[in-house]
């Protein structure tokens, strides 16, 4: 999926969850998932799952919209940021490699492509 398809489908652009992060997802699905820390978000089966983006460096950097529960987590779509945006991000993650939560800049041009398209 590319930017324009999850724009077209407003069931998924419905289950974003702009709050989640990998270290959340990790917590809620792989690490024991029912942790009380965690307030209202308890996994009950593997029906409950959260919709969210991460930013993956280990390569090129891409945003990744991921789909997990406690058994899977799918990569739904595959978005290349601007240049510009990649660039200071890059900067602002000191170029290391991983895997982030989208936040800042990154967050405020995807909500802009997705809703005010």
Do not use: C, Q
């Amino acid at each position: 999926m590319k930017l324009e398809d999850i724009n077209k489908n407003l069931d998924l652009l419905n289950d974003i969850d702009w709050e989640m992060t990998p270290e959340m997802a990790v917590t809620l699905y792989l690490e024991w998932g029912n942790n009380p820390a965690l307030g209202n978000n308890i996994i009950k089966s593997k029906r409950d799952f959260s919709t969210y983006f991460v930013i993956n460096t280990w390569h090129e950097p891409v945003i990744y919209l991921i789909r997990r529960n406690s058994e899977d987590g799918v990569e739904l779509a595959t978005i290349k940021m601007p240049k510009g945006i990649e660039t200071r991000f890059l900067e602002s993650v000191g170029h290391n490699k991983g895997v982030y939560s989208i936040e800042g800049e990154v967050k405020d041009w995807l909500k802009g492509e997705l809703y005010n398209a």
